[in-house]
Structures are given as structure tokens and as C-alpha cells.
């Protein structure tokens, strides 16, 4: 539930930032309450270090005369969240501080290998291990296709709101991997920071590998191949709209000076004259 919760509200986030729509700001505080009481470390700590890395692309998506309105809102929006939870928090640091457990979360590699490799090789193997061994191995469908897919989708040719979507997803994504794999938490047997951590960044993956498996909007040919050419198979007077005027009148300048040396006039055939305007063109 956790996880769905924090999808969800990335989402949520993301149309707020887009639309600064005031009725977006009360399912956001919901949801965000409703994924840190099932799960402090995903609807916690992974949706926290998610909007830090996400932060400066939604804030940069905001155009600037609504950038103030788009933070006031989330501070309402966060203040919310505190009223909210702030009797859960003070039962689970009260469980902390029973425990006596120290540090919650530290800082530990996800271990690959076992007792077969000596220390010191283990903790350098670890360290690539878990991408080149871990995510290829246990997650193949997820992970491989999830990573093509979202490359795929940030280069094709859908909508700019979705593909700023999917660059907060893949935000999203990362920071779960990443804490999956080197953080830890120390409150149980298990390093449940770990393994849930990693749930929102799947459900991304999946969604983007499905997306891709129906089909992304792709750019033409020929328009790639004009935007790879750009200005340079252009004349220098087409890269403005002054420039573009300037070049119709310089033609038009032409055409007049070619059909005066000829000696037409206004009451020639129209024919003739657009002869020689494509002639003045190319001179």
C-alpha cells in the first residue's frame, strides 16, 4: 500500500507543479499520510530523498510567475502531513528510543557475495555487484526492459507534460535503487529498508516496460534528420522572423531587378514573370 501511495502522490505532485489546481493539495497530503503510516522507510525515507532528487526538475517545470504559489502550496500541503501523523511519529521514535538500537539507518553495501571471496574482494565486488549481478538476476523482465523503456520514452515524441511525468518517475525510480542498494536499517533481523525500498522503484519499471511494449509515439525520420542538420542547411536569413523578412524582401529585391533588365513590365504575362522570379531566387 505504501508504495502505490507514493506513486500515486508523485503523480499528483507532478500534476500540481504542472497545474496549480488548490484541490490537488488535500489528496496529496492524504496520500502522503497514508504511505508514511504503512511504511516509514518507503512512504518515509524513500518518498523524502525521491521529492529532494525530484525538487529541482518539478520546480523547474513551473513557469516563473507561478513558482511562489506552486511552493505555498506544498508547505500547506506539508503542514497538513504533520498534523497528521504527528501522533504516529511519537509512537515509533518512542519504539526507537525503547530499543536503544542506535543509528535507525546506516550506511551498508548490499552484500552479493559470500564467504567464498575474502573480505576485502567482497567489499569491492559488492559495490558493481548489485546493478551487474543482483538487478540483471533477480529482476530481468523489470529492471532491463523498465531501464530501455524509460531511456526510449524520454526521447520520443509524446506530450512535454508526460514526458515531465516520467522524468519525476524516473526519479522516483533511482532513489529506490540506489537506497536499496546502500542503506540498511538496524531496527530488526531483516533490513526491511532494503527490500521495501525497492517496491516503488519496480512498479515504475513495469509500468514504463509495459508503456513500451504498446507502443511510444516516435519522432520521423525526416524530422529527426532536420533537427540534426539544424540552422546549418538553412540560409543564414531563416533562423528569425526579422531574418525571414529581411530574406523576402532581398528576393523580392531581386526579382525586381531582373524583370527591370528585361524590360517587363506590369502588363506581361504572368507566366514570364514567375520564370523569372524563381531565376532571381536562385541568383
Not at 502522503?32 to 512512504?43: D, K, L, P, R
Not at 523503456?149 to 540506489?178: M, Q
Request: with cysteine; net charge positive; aromatic share 6%.
Amino acid at each position: 500500500m505504501a508504495a502505490s501511495c507514493v506513486v500515486t502522490d508523485m503523480l499528483l505532485i507532478t500534476r500540481y507543479s504542472l497545474r496549480q489546481n488548490p484541490t490537488l493539495l488535500l489528496p496529496i497530503a492524504l496520500l502522503t499520510a497514508a504511505g508514511f503510516e504503512s511504511s516509514i522507510f518507503v512512504g518515509g525515507i524513500t518518498f523524502a530523498l525521491a521529492g529532494l532528487i525530484a525538487a529541482p526538475i518539478l520546480f523547474g517545470g513551473v513557469d516563473r510567475q507561478w513558482r511562489l504559489r506552486f511552493v505555498g502550496g506544498l508547505m500547506i500541503a506539508a503542514l497538513l502531513v504533520a498534523r497528521l501523523i504527528a501522533p504516529f511519529v511519537r509512537d515509533q521514535l518512542a519504539a526507537v528510543h525503547a530499543r536503544d538500537a542506535g543509528n535507525p539507518v546506516v550506511i551498508a553495501p548490499y552484500s552479493v557475495f559470500g564467504e567464498r571471496f575474502p573480505v576485502w574482494l567482497r567489499r569491492v565486488l559488492d559495490v558493481p555487484g548489485y546493478w551487474l549481478t543482483i538487478l540483471p538476476i533477480e529482476l530481468p523482465a523489470a529492471f532491463i526492459a523498465g531501464v530501455i523503456a524509460l531511456a526510449a520514452a524520454l526521447r520520443s515524441a509524446i506530450p512535454r507534460s508526460e514526458k515531465f511525468a516520467i522524468a519525476v518517475f524516473a526519479c522516483l525510480a533511482g532513489t529506490g535503487l540506489i537506497i536499496s542498494w546502500l542503506l540498511a536499517s538496524t531496527l530488526g533481523e531483516n533490513n526491511d529498508l532494503g527490500l521495501r525500498a525497492i517496491i516503488p522503484a519496480e512498479i515504475v519499471l513495469i509500468a514504463m516496460a509495459a508503456a513500451a511494449a504498446a507502443g511510444l509515439p516516435s519522432v520521423p525520420r525526416r524530422d529527426r534528420g532536420d533537427r540534426a542538420r539544424g540552422a546549418s542547411t538553412q540560409p543564414p536569413g531563416l533562423r528569425s522572423d526579422s531574418a525571414r523578412q529581411h530574406h523576402r524582401h532581398a528576393s523580392a529585391a531581386r526579382c525586381q531587378s531582373v524583370c527591370a533588365k528585361a524590360g517587363i513590365v506590369g502588363g506581361d504575362a504572368p507566366r514570364r514573370r514567375r520564370r523569372l522570379r524563381s531565376l532571381a531566387a536562385r541568383a
